[in-house]
């Protein structure tokens, strides 16, 4: 079944603010995960959880990007 034009078009506003708040989410995970690893004193289980919530938020976001380009091709 072929979609109309404004569900495509409504399909990518949804997915463009997904990536731009999974964007934000991966930064501030990001920032996080800095701070920690810089710490002189290294909080290691804080560190592994900062570094596994960071990969999962980058995982998720490639797939929004992934997604999002199919839609624009």
Known sequence: MRRS???IINLRRELAYRCETATREWLAARALYRRLHEAK???FLALRD???QLDLLERGRAALLRDLKALSD
Request: aromatic share 0%; charged share 45%; no cysteine.
């Open 5 to 7: 034009s404004i569900e």
């Open 41 to 43: 004193l290294k909080d």
């Open 50 to 52: 900062a570094a596994r």
